[in-house]
Structure formats: structure tokens, C-alpha cells
């Protein structure tokens, strides 16, 4: 479990007073549901990064992990779905799974995450040159005439 209830309470847009009153009503629905969110992120991250990630977590998994359990503790307190804060949880939620699959992407993962020992330093590929000439800068103005005068 990446985020524990506290640090859940104090990073959440969710106030603080509901957290409480949800885990008085379902005291033990937020730690597993934030044990789930964890083990779903480590599940489309395994592929690429050190999962479960141990010493230190990164800041931005902590944020995805929030973001995706606060629409589900909403649910558990029972939020109307047509709340205008509840709507914009599930935005979030929406926003926090799609950086999640662009991270997992295994040709462009767009975050710098601690990768597995079989893979590379860095989270980030950097490719050489795909091209490459042995033309001077303004040969290619010799090689259309040539085309175009049937030379």
C-alpha cells in the first residue's frame, strides 16, 4: 500500500470531515481500497518499472493512487453522482488512469520512474539518429537537377 489513511486525508480534495465519517462507517473500505489502487497501478507498471516500488515511492504514484480511490470512497459515503464535485473526482480519476497507461507504454513511457534491473537506467528511451547521409548540405539541390533534366 503506497499511501496510508492519513496521507490519503491530507492529499485528497475530499474534506477531511468525510474521510472520518467514512471510516467510521466502513472502517476498514478506504485501506483496502487504497491496497487495490496500489496493486492496479503496480499491475500496468510491472512491465517496465520496479514494482512495488520500496524504498521510496514516487510522489506521482502516491497522487495516482489518490486520485483514483476518491471517487470510490465518494461512492462508499454515498455522494448523488450528479454532484459537481463528484463529476470532477471522476474527471480526475479519468486523468490520473490515462497518465498511468502513458507511463506503462513500453515505447514511450512519458515518466521517469525507477525502472526494473533487466531494463534500461532510465525510464526515459532516448534514441540515436534514425536517418543518415553522407550528402553535403546542398547536394540534394545536385541530385533534383539531375532528376529533373534526365541527367
Do not use: H
Not at 467514512?22 to 500496468?44: G, H, K, V, W, Y
Not at 540534394?140 to 534526365?150: E, P
Amino acid at each position: 500500500m503506497y499511501v496510508t489513511i492519513e496521507e490519503f486525508t491530507e492529499r485528497t480534495l475530499m474534506p477531511a470531515a468525510d474521510v472520518e465519517q467514512l471510516n467510521a462507517l466502513s472502517p476498514r473500505f478506504l485501506e483496502l481500497t487504497l491496497r487495490e489502487m496500489s496493486s492496479r497501478i503496480d499491475a500496468q507498471l510491472a512491465k517496465r518499472y520496479a514494482t512495488p516500488f520500496k524504498n521510496t515511492v514516487p510522489d506521482i504514484v502516491k497522487g495516482w493512487v489518490v486520485r483514483t480511490t476518491t471517487p470510490r470512497a465518494y461512492l462508499r459515503l454515498g455522494i448523488n453522482p450528479s454532484d459537481a464535485q463528484f463529476i470532477a473526482a471522476r474527471e480526475d480519476e479519468e486523468r490520473a488512469w490515462k497518465e498511468i497507461a502513458e507511463a506503462a507504454d513500453a515505447q514511450n513511457g512519458l515518466y521517469d520512474l525507477p525502472l526494473r534491473a533487466d531494463t534500461s537506467a532510465s525510464g526515459i528511451v532516448k534514441t540515436a539518429t534514425l536517418a543518415y547521409s553522407e550528402a553535403t548540405p546542398y547536394g540534394f539541390l545536385d541530385s533534383q537537377r539531375r532528376r529533373a533534366y534526365g541527367q
